[in-house]
């Protein structure tokens, strides 16, 4: 099975920068996903991890450790859009995703 | 550039009564797969269609659910006897190529309350 663990909130300051962790166990890897998910709104692809280090992508960064079974997703100069939340996910076979129950990021002017 | 559709956006029912969630994945697509979300709670898989069949289905879906694809560009999701506990935000998710199942791209989700 899976397990996937991940903050429930995280509240920070509009510019700065806040690291969700993420760590997982699971029976099968085959990468690992972040999405964003706004209240009410379906969740939107952010990144995907397959090899250990750190993906860059404009403002979000997605690091993956998996000797660890860890991720971090980095969210850089905060704006008040990127309140949301973060889900952590996990495909153990090629038909479907499992999801972590999300950090929800507050962003405060 | 190309998203995910689904309809309706909000479906009322009663409980007992039968329900056709509608999606249309993405034109080139190949998987397509129906995911759950009970307000506040976690993202949750309930079946992957690849090839005209199941690839995968969840233990949550029983013989209550089932899914089609009717035409080359529809994908539904048919719930029998709704129950009260089946209210929550469907989401439709489609994704590439076999060489890329795992991008799935969601639909704005459909909303059901059972009642």
């Known amino acids: 099975g899976q397990n996937i663990d991940q903050p429930t909130e995280m509240t920070a300051t509009e510019g700065a920068i806040v690291q969700i962790n993420c760590t997982y166990q699971?029976?099968?890897?085959?990468?690992l996903f972040w999405y964003q998910q706004h209240a009410g709104e379906a969740p939107t692809f952010l990144s995907y991890?397959?090899?250990?280090g750190l993906e860059e992508k404009g403002r979000f960064s997605s690091f993956l450790s998996r000797s660890k079974g860890y991720s971090y997703l980095l969210l850089k100069e905060l704006q008040m859009k990127d309140s949301a939340s973060y889900l952590c996910a996990v495909p153990p076979n090629d038909y479907k995703l499992s999801f972590g129950a999300g950090t929800t990021v507050t962003v405060r002017a | 550039e190309p998203e995910v559709t689904q309809t309706p956006s909000h479906q009322v029912t009663q409980m007992g009564q039968e329900v056709i969630l509608r999606c249309v994945p993405i034109?080139?697509?190949?998987?397509f797969y129906w995911y759950r979300q009970i307000l506040g709670q976690k993202v949750e898989f309930l079946v992957s269609f690849y090839n005209n069949e199941i690839s995968e289905k969840s233990e949550i879906f029983d013989d209550q659910f089932s899914v089609e694809r009717p035409d080359g560009s529809n994908f539904t999701l048919k719930i029998r006897s709704t129950k009260l506990e089946d209210s929550a935000m469907y989401f439709c998710?489609?994704?590439?190529?076999?060489?890329?199942?795992?991008?799935?791209?969601f639909g704005p989700g459909t909303r059901l309350t059972v009642t």
């Open positions: 998710a489609s994704s590439e190529n076999p060489e890329k199942p795992y991008e799935q791209y």
């Open positions: 034109s080139n697509h190949l998987y």
């Open positions: 991890n397959v090899l250990d």
């Open positions: 699971t029976s099968g890897f085959n990468g």
